[in-house]
Structures are given as structure tokens and as C-alpha cells.
């Protein structure tokens, strides 16, 4: 079980410590309260998700032996106009730079952890749609 805890500090501050014992600040926009300081609740779901699939990739693609020098993954979430403000749409963005690197390689990698692997993934498809395409750069 993985359990995290999160102290209220000031303003809309507060700081999550994870099981793993590793810990951030959240904070909100001053318009509403906040410093800040950290990135927002709704933010850190994308990074979850993009962070997620990222590991996934990457260990496929290593297993493959795909020459991969570089990963980055851009996560666009669209939220609802009313509340609760959920996300709706959410599409993610693979760009794989590196050496001889096979499209096949990618898109299989890819669709596995989208379809198979990716726990952040899994989670929050009940909640919104989600996409995902990717780019390869041949170094």
C-alpha cells in the first residue's frame, strides 16, 4: 500500500510527504490565495501520468535495445468549465530522440504502457479521455 501525507503550511501551501520518503510543496496562484511556490494539485496528475508512461517507455525501449539519448513527454490536460473543474481531455506527447531508433519500437512501446502498463494511466481513463501520439528524432 502506498500512503503519502500532506501539511498544511500557509496561504494555499502545503507540503506532500510520500512513502518513499521524498516530499514537495504544492501551492495555488496568487489570484486565489497562494505563493506560488510549488505546482498545483492538477498539474502533479499530469506529471504523474507523464512521469508514469516515461518509465514504462523507457525500460521498454532499453529492453528492445533501441538507442535512445533522450525522452520527453508533454502532457496537455483540458478541464472542465464547472466544477469540480475535471479533467476532460488529456493527450500525452512521446518524443523519442536517439541512434537508428525504430518507429515500430516506439509506437509498441508506447501502446503497452498506455494500454497495459502505465498504473496513472489506468486511473484516470475512467475520468477523461485520453490520447497520445509520439515524434522521433534521428540523431
Same mark, same amino acid.
Given at each position: 500500500m502506498l500512503d503519502a501525507k500532506i501539511t498544511y503550511v500557509k496561504g494555499l501551501q502545503f507540503v506532500g510527504d510520500s512513502s518513499s520518503g521524498h516530499a514537495l510543496v504544492m501551492d495555488g496562484e496568487p489570484s486565489v490565495g497562494g505563493h506560488n511556490t510549488g505546482p498545483r494539485?492538477?498539474?502533479?496528475? +499530469?506529471? *504523474?501520468a507523464g512521469g508514469c508512461s516515461g518509465m514504462d517507455v523507457i525500460s521498454i525501449l532499453k529492453k528492445k535495445r533501441q538507442e535512445v539519448t533522450g525522452l520527453e513527454i508533454r502532457v496537455k490536460g483540458e478541464k472542465a468549465e464547472e466544477y469540480p473543474k475535471k479533467f476532460t481531455h488529456i493527450t500525452l506527447e512521446f518524443i523519442v530522440k536517439g541512434r537508428n531508433i525504430s518507429e515500430e519500437a516506439v509506437k509498441k512501446a508506447?501502446? +503497452? $504502457?498506455?494500454?497495459?502498463?502505465? $498504473?496513472?494511466?489506468?486511473?484516470?481513463? *475512467?475520468?477523461?479521455?485520453? *490520447?497520445? $501520439?509520439?515524434?522521433?528524432?534521428?540523431?
Amino acid at each position: 500500500m502506498l500512503d503519502a501525507k500532506i501539511t498544511y503550511v500557509k496561504g494555499l501551501q502545503f507540503v506532500g510527504d510520500s512513502s518513499s520518503g521524498h516530499a514537495l510543496v504544492m501551492d495555488g496562484e496568487p489570484s486565489v490565495g497562494g505563493h506560488n511556490t510549488g505546482p498545483r494539485p492538477m498539474e502533479l496528475l +499530469l506529471l *504523474g501520468a507523464g512521469g508514469c508512461s516515461g518509465m514504462d517507455v523507457i525500460s521498454i525501449l532499453k529492453k528492445k535495445r533501441q538507442e535512445v539519448t533522450g525522452l520527453e513527454i508533454r502532457v496537455k490536460g483540458e478541464k472542465a468549465e464547472e466544477y469540480p473543474k475535471k479533467f476532460t481531455h488529456i493527450t500525452l506527447e512521446f518524443i523519442v530522440k536517439g541512434r537508428n531508433i525504430s518507429e515500430e519500437a516506439v509506437k509498441k512501446a508506447i501502446e +503497452l $504502457s498506455m494500454n497495459k502498463y502505465c $498504473s496513472v494511466k489506468a486511473t484516470l481513463e *475512467g475520468a477523461a479521455k485520453i *490520447g497520445f $501520439s509520439c515524434k522521433i528524432i534521428q540523431e
